[in-house]
Nanobody, 127 residues
Framework: VQLAESGGGLVQSGGSLRLSCAGS??????????IGWFRQAPGKTREGVAC????????YYADSTKGRFTISRDIATNVVYLQIDNLQIEDTGEYFC???????????????????WGQGTQVTVSS
């Protein structure tokens, strides 16, 4: 399984971005996986943003991201999207996607580690 993020960039405060997490090498275990987006701001620990169930599309959002972040998936292409609206300077950071087979979205951010990770995409928000 490989995950590849894209869509990051430099954007002004108030703007929007849509990040993509493209998966490849998915096998049967990934049918029941949760795929999540995480971010790491400079000097801070990595935090969960939102995650989604591959099987039924159930979503879970961290309290800090409810309202401006929307996660979605395209089963046909194995892509998970993260739409970020009204970007704020504090949204600056490296954004990663991760996947865990046989994982419930409500539990994913409680796990100390995750099985598959992408390389990340940088989001920089300017004033």
């Amino acid at each position: 399984v490989q995950l590849a993020e894209s869509g990051g960039g430099l954007v002004q405060s108030g703007g929007s971005l849509r990040l993509s997490c493209a998966g490849s090498g998915f096998d049967w275990e990934m049918q029941y996986a949760a795929i999540g987006w995480f971010r790491q701001a400079p000097g801070k620990t990595r935090e969960g943003v939102a995650c989604i169930s591959v099987n039924d599309g159930r979503t879970y959002y961290a309290d800090s991201t409810k309202g401006r972040f929307t996660i979605s998936r395209d089963i046909a292409t194995n892509v998970v999207y993260l739409q970020i609206d009204n970007l704020q300077i504090e949204d600056t950071g490296e954004y990663f996607c991760a996947a865990d087979p046989f994982m419930d979205t409500a539990r994913m951010f409680l796990m100390p580690s995750h099985k598959y990770w992408g390389q990340g995409t940088q989001v920089t928000v300017s004033s």
